[in-house]
């Protein structure tokens, strides 16, 4: 069974930074781009950061460029988002998503076919 188990959300000042891992349960972890994505309360879920299987190729929301990296180590089958310059409206739940396997990046949800649970992050004012 495919398993992505989000961490690392919490609650964090305005302009604070905050590091999120996405950990995959899979044993070819590197045939598979991924994504993050966020939901706020009534709002649908919004593309926030992708990356190739491999780690080169990477795309951000405008939302986030300039402020948000994401990277991945495959050796530990884990993808990160590192947050900085963290705005209140960056508030939402995070999500990690998995596209199929040898699937190239890809900013659409629908594209997605595995979630993980997800992990909260607070922004404060």
């Known amino acids: 069974q495919v398993q992505l188990v989000e961490s690392g959300g919490g609650l964090v000042q305005a302009g604070g930074s905050l590091t999120l891992s996405c950990a995959d349960s899979?044993?070819?972890?590197?045939?598979?781009?991924m994504g993050w994505f966020r939901q706020a309360p009534g709002k649908e879920r919004e593309f926030v950061a992708a990356?190739?299987?491999?780690?080169?190729?990477?795309y951000y929301a405008d939302s986030v460029k300039g402020r948000f990296t994401i990277y991945r180590d495959n050796a530990k089958n884990t993808v990160y988002l590192q947050m900085y310059s963290l705005k209140p409206e960056d508030t939402a739940v995070y999500y990690c998503?998995?596209?199929?396997?040898?699937?190239?990046?890809?900013?659409?949800?629908?594209?997605?076919?595995?979630w993980g649970q997800g992990t909260q992050v607070t922004v404060s004012s």
């Open positions: 990356i190739s299987g491999s780690g080169s190729t990477t």
């Open positions: 899979g044993r070819t972890f590197s045939s598979y781009a």
């Open positions: 998503g998995r596209r199929p396997k040898y699937g190239s990046t890809s900013t659409r949800y629908e594209d997605y076919d595995y």
